[in-house]
């Protein structure tokens, strides 16, 4: 039997291996975790692999009953039906990785120029003399062009350090301003946040090079006084404390990320010299302990959209003593400079046709590129796709059902670490309410049918997705509440799409490229998006999935000053259209709650 | 008998009167405070007061003793001497007032054309509507030119406030950021302060009348942590905590002088919308938290020597929320911005000719003025005149000996307040010792010699001033060892001036002009300076006291912007001359402590 070596990218695993093993069975051996629904019996179309070089056994009748004539041109193969013939070089697209896995690999960059705001400056000082006993600062100053001022941070906690470093430096230059000084050759390291309401992510990046070396998630510590961003503002805007109680919490939390992250890189917090966030509005606001009250009470007004440079001291982030943190501008009370850094990331102000991008969540803001022409629009879309408000929902980890597939009346499903289901992540839910409206098992208004595996409880119908195999109690199921839930949900998103198109004299077929950001948007299954009508009816080569692109936003903003220009401008050209005050919206939305792949505009 | 009324100025008086009454006896009825050491003799020649206005008694004999050809040309009188004969105008000369008096109106003013650098818009603003939700920010900047962004500080405590006003403001500009929002046509006011290391002053000035509306002074209350700046500095220097408690020290006080003097002009802290500080350079770096360390070490270079724009919150200053302070440039280590403030005020820099402008205090500053060309220095002259290191030696306060004149054996003295002396202030010791030596009492070298009223005590000979009839247990009395506490000071003194005229290749006869700054220096007696040799033999005229000029200087620069460039300028030209490394001066400075008038250079 020969043996040949199977590398997978974009993980950068390889192994060498029999040719008589399938390509799915290599993967889970490395410990790759590739979604396979059907336990590789090629029913399920999961575990799609694209090859990139080298022979492979040939395709077989399931692949072809799964994969699209495009697919096929394109190398792609179901990793349960190949066998290598060669050294083989496979790609793992993204929807065929468990979430976790995707995690890792999502920090997709786009390559850009390091351009960053800091400068550093090599410095060999002649330190005062008592026939010259200048200022400490001043001989700093004397040495660098374009310089004028030392920052007070630096005078404060620096300035003696020059003695200890012999006079021998790094200046660290912002706009004019020393705000740091190092050893020379220490790292310059950067910082970009995405501030979510329900997650923060952190990077930290090498400002030199534009490369991210470490990024991490948590979840964001204001969750306690209000899983939505309305009731955490309601709090802050009525009492001070309180409002300064969310502010510390999401300073605690960032600073605590920032360490851990240097701690896994050897770096430490002071070779951070600037940082860049984005988040909604009310993030923004909470972060920089604004005022929030008018932001909840028509008509919604920030009380600051436009970018803002602050000391990052000054709002108590503990990295280089006199950096800054740079926030994105907002467009709206509604739309955020997390949306700004998404638009920024897609490029869609450039994209010479008519496009959608979507950042999915909680609230889902949508944006309409019409030739440059940007609108943008904020859904409450509900937590239903992060798992909230159904019964069986929870967060995409361990043992949630990520994916599941109806056969004939069989359920077939992936849970996250294959092990034993305990409940539903976002991704599983659309693709559960998908299955069943497809199987005939709910109808178009969303009401469950009779079913042998659809059961009565005193709560209503409910669907079991796994029954006496579930990890838990109680069987995973998806209830008739549920159901509704996802009608709302999609509703919202799919309203927005549609006022968009209508407002801009367009329609669905006008739609040349759909992007959809946020991390529920790049794990959720399109295929079941489409049927259910909360995304249009379109081909999925439409369809861009791009994972987190506010952090992306952020990032790019940080290596480069010109994308952080850009990002100011895009803020400024997109327009912000409240649904509200739409006269056709409620008609639109009301319609859109219905399961249905057939779209007004 | 015939009545008038009398005027006298400064202090705007008005008395109607009898004619028969000298005007030291008019005076002291209205509580003006004429000083008089011979109790209206017309002996001591202190009550000299200019008649402005109108016909009075003629001159008498004693007058012609006491005032000089060119003071009776100017209509001079002794006030013990003179009577009324119609209504009449009558300036009180500063020298001739008791401190406390002369304190209140010691706020002599530079007119300078007010342009502040904050600029004040009144707006009347459209609120952010459901068709335009502009952040609240925005709709500011949107109003105003020249203003691109808003202080946190502003959004923070402010924003809110555009509500309640019915967004009708006045908004505050500073270099193209928004530091403040008032409600329409409050008063605008800047905060001027001289932060001495004894004496703290405070200014209030009408930014748009460019008109001190209150000064105020308070002791420093860093000076249980050493009366010098070197204790000051070397405490901060060894320990962080002590660090920061100094600098607690000196914002709680600063806070508190501002909270005294606004209550008094029934302002509030918030319509202070610009603050000046100086200080030497000890007192900048410790009031803005920089490192003092290396500032008690050769070459004693300061951490920072250019002006600093830091925001008022930075330091702990209470005012406008986002207004900044100023911190005028400082020189060196040891000749500080409350120097350049001097010379900001005095204008030597302009000086057509050769001049020397002094700050006499527990450090003398001395520059020296060669047609724009500025040379200064920075003498230890010590405490002596602050009344420290003195027996007998209090401050200028109730019961301190201010004059004194010894006739023919007996000691005329004139007490602040008049009422029994309990000490002896700078003013008062300078007056002494020169009687003493004038009067052959003590020797060159400072030798007191057996008289009437020297006596023997355990710790050497001492001449009493005030014996039985002092306030206290103990007579007030001049020791041997405060005159060699005087000769030292003295001495240092003298050697700058030396030192200067040497260094640049003059002599005392070059001096067309001899400005003396500060609080003791403008009581201080010149005609006692004189023969004792701590100021150069020149005729009167030269001399000229113009009180606090630091605190003035501050004024300027807070008033005008021109101004504060002039002092940024002032200060780049101005070179320091380290005393310690020229070879003469020690020599100098011996022989510099002896009493003579003549001098070297």
Redesign the interface.
Known sequence: MASYTVYFEPLGRREKVDSDQSLLEIARKLGINIISMCDGRGLCGGCKVQVVEGKTSPLTSKELDNLTQKEICQNYRLACQVRPLSNLKIRIPQESLSTPQRTQVEGLEIPVTPEPVVSSYELKLD?????E??????VI?KALKNCQ??G?EV??QQ??RL?SLNWNIDAIVRNGELISINPPSTRKLGLAVDLGTTKIAGYIVDLEKGETLICKGMMNPQIPYGEDVITRISRAGENKKEAKKLQALVVKALNQLTKEMCAEIRANREQILDAVVVGNTAMHHLF????V??LGL?????????S?D?KAR?VGLKIAPGAYVYFLP?I??FVGSDHVAMLLTTDLAKFAGIALALDIGTNTEICLADHGKLTSVSCASGPAFEGGHIKCGMRACEGAIEKVRIFNGDVDYHTIGNGKPVGICGSGIVDAVAQLYLNGIIEGNGRERDHERVRETENGKEFVIAGEEAGCDQPVTITQRDVHEVQLAKGAISAGIQVLLEQNGLSVSDLEKIIIAGAFGSYMDVRSAIPIGMLPPLPLEHFEQIGNAAGMGAKLALISKTKRKEAEEVAKKTS?L?L??VPSFMRIFAHATCFTSEWKF
């Open positions: 330190p005062p003399s008592l026939s006993p200048e200022g400490y600062a001043e100053l001022r030392v007070i005078s404060r300035l003696p003695k920089l302990g604004l005022p009250k008018q028509s008509p919604y007004a920030p009380a600051l959209e436009s803002i602050v000054e907002n709206d009370g912000y409240e509200a005050a």
